[in-house]
């Protein structure tokens, strides 16, 4: 088999599973990504013949970076609630608009089959039944109105030679190489981890469906097989089974060798409470979740405990893109700075990439101490102060420039 499939977001926490299951199905890949989490999530595959990494926008995307593509499995997006609040209108640019217009390139691009991620959260607020595909949706936030407007834009794109199918996910757990500690069941385990108990927030009654890292990268392809048995335009709800956030607490518990304590405590900004069903997506898709929460559960546990897993700030979507976000800001002000400081430092080379690790090495002590972060940056432009920088900050400094464009206008105004 020689068709290739682009995927968008590929070193993304899906999408760093789903690339090794499609190259292990002999598919070739392109993976699209803007690398926001690095591209080393896909290293385990960087010398695979099959396997080719373009780092774009999907904003940028043109149907000269789809030619020749069989598929396109479309992951790429501001991948929660609290990334999307960030900057609703961002979030609406890619989520929404990047989405729909990278469809429209595929289908000028001769693409045959469009898979779209999309998620559960289009039920927002669901009610007591369990919710079928066809169900009102309540989209709550940002995020889930973005996701519920391109899939259905991308829905109504389905003609003959371009199938186009759409999941709704439930919400992601298990061991990933780009690992999320923002997932309800990885957040549980890792507070077991460190802290030998679990956290439920808001009476733990919500009801959340949930579904293993490996079956919802099989569930892709799945459907992107499936096309030719008439399902195109369809849409499925991908998950194993619906949990209150009690039981889930429980369920974690147990499946952690050491004492955990449960915990409540009030508070709790997330009001999505509903179930789904699932029957749709094994009848109709021939497939069914087979991952359950516990191995899921023991499997973090166990990377935790071999220190084979990442936790730091990258593993928390929303704090990774504030700080980003952050950088961007002070990166941008660093520039402008130097353009009107007195006496500017003559240009030298790395002084900029200096400049930036200056400023991260404070926000990371300080991280809301934006003014001495830029401070720090103002003086190790002017004053060209060594920074001890590390690979991790220069490589953020090259990732930055499109996301927080948005946020440019802002600082312009102060500045
Ligand atoms: N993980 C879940 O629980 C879950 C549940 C439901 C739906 N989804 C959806 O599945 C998809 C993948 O989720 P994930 O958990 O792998 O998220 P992720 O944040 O780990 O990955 C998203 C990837 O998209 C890339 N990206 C973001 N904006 C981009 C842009 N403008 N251009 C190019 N690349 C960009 C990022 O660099 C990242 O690699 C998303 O669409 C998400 O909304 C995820």
Not at 110 to 136: I, M, N, P, Q, T
Not at 173 to 182: A, C, I, Q, T, V
Not at 212 to 234: N, P, S
Request: with cysteine; aromatic share 8%.
């Amino acid at each position: 088999m020689n068709k290739t499939i682009a995927v968008t977001g590929a070193a993304g926490y899906i999408g760093s599973i789903l690339v090794g299951r499609l190259l292990d199905a002999g598919y070739r890949v392109k993976a699209l990504d803007r690398f926001y989490f690095g591209s080393d999530t896909l290293g385990r595959y960087a010398n695979h013949p099959g396997l080719e990494l373009k780092t774009i926008d999907i904003r940028d995307v043109t149907p000269r970076d789809l030619e020749g593509c069989w598929g396109v499995i479309d992951l790429a997006a501001l991948s929660n609630d609290p990334s999307a609040e960030l900057d609703p209108a961002l979030t609406w640019e890619i989520n929404e608009k990047g989405r729909i217009d990278l469809a429209r390139c595929a289908r000028s691009a001769g693409v045959e089959r469009y898979v779209f991620s999309g998620s559960c959260s289009v039920y927002g607020a669901g009610g007591r039944a369990e919710l079928s595909e066809d169900c009102a949706l309540r989209p709550l936030t940002a995020y889930a109105r973005a996701a519920a407007n391109a899939e259905e834009a991308i829905r109504g794109m389905n003609r003959p030679g371009f199938a186009t199918v759409a999941l709704r996910n439930a919400t992601v757990f298990g061991l990933s190489p780009r690992m999320r500690f923002d997932l309800v069941v990885n957040v549980m385990t890792l507070s077991a981890f460190e802290n030998g108990r679990i956290v439920v927030t808001g009476g733990g009654k919500q009801r959340r469906p949930l579904v293993h890292v490996q079956d919802a990268a099989r569930a892709f392809i799945c459907a992107l097989e499936g096309c030719d048995r008439g399902i195109g335009g369809d849409v499925f709800n991908i998950g194993l089974s619906n949990f209150r956030m009690v039981e889930l607490s429980e369920v974690v518990r147990e499946a952690i060798p050491t004492p955990v304590q449960v915990q409540f405590a009030p508070g709790g900004s997330d009001k999505r409470d509903y179930s789904v069903k699932f029957d749709k997506a094994r009848d109709v898709l021939g497939f069914s979740a087979a991952v359950g929460v516990p191995e899921g559960v023991a499997e973090i546990h166990h990377a935790l405990l071999a220190n084979q897993v990442e936790r730091g700030l990258v593993t928390k979507t929303v704090a990774w893109y504030s700080h980003i976000i952050q950088m961007q800001r002070m990166w941008s002000f660093g520039l402008v700075a130097r353009s009107l400081a007195p006496t500017p430092a003559e240009p030298e080379p790395g002084l900029a990439a200096r400049q930036v690790a200056i400023s991260a090495a404070v926000a990371r002590e300080r991280p809301r101490a934006g003014a001495i972060g830029t401070l720090a940056a103002l003086i190790g432009i002017v004053f060209g102060v060594e920074a001890d920088y590390s690979d991790e900050y220069l490589g953020l400094a090259e990732r930055i420039p499109r996301l927080a464009g948005a946020f440019e206008a802002t600082l312009a105004g102060v500045i």
